[in-house]
Nanobody, 121 residues
Framework: VQLQASGGGLVQAGGSLRLSCAAS????????MGWFRQAPGKERGLVAA????????YYADSVKGRFTISRENAKNTVYLQMNSLKPEDTAVYYC???????????????WGKGTQVTVSS
């Protein structure tokens, strides 16, 4: 399975962006999907995750109430809607697919290439 993330860019604080992650070379429907991010000088960490059916979601405390993860299995695509963006959200965002919904950075089955999100103050 190959994952391709898109939708990053430059936005002012308070603005919104929607990231997309399209899977190819196989179905992503059986995998939990997640978005990780890595800011300069910091470790990569999980931002949001969604189980295979979309019935369970997880959010890091720092993004609760602002970010929404969703998926369309028919399109093999997962989304991350990011609202009320803050400068501290600036990072490279990576999508990931794993059989385990309780995913961590280690042992991820598939990674996508990152997409840069920059939030200016």
């Amino acid at each position: 399975v190959q994952l391709q993330a898109s939708g990053g860019g430059l936005v002012q604080a308070g603005g919104s962006l929607r990231l997309s992650c399209a899977a190819s070379g196989g179905t992503s429907a059986k995998y939990a999907m997640g978005w990780f991010r890595q800011a300069p000088g910091k470790e990569r960490g999980l931002v949001a995750a969604i189980n295979w059916s979309g019935g369970r979601t997880y959010y890091a405390d720092s993004v609760k109430g602002r970010f929404t993860i969703s998926r369309e299995n028919a399109k093999n695509t997962v989304y991350l809607q990011m609202n009320s963006l803050k400068p501290e959200d600036t990072a490279v965002y990576y999508c990931a697919a794993d059989e385990d919904y309780a995913m961590t950075e280690y042992g991820i089955d598939y990674w996508g290439k990152g997409t840069q999100v920059t939030v200016s103050s």
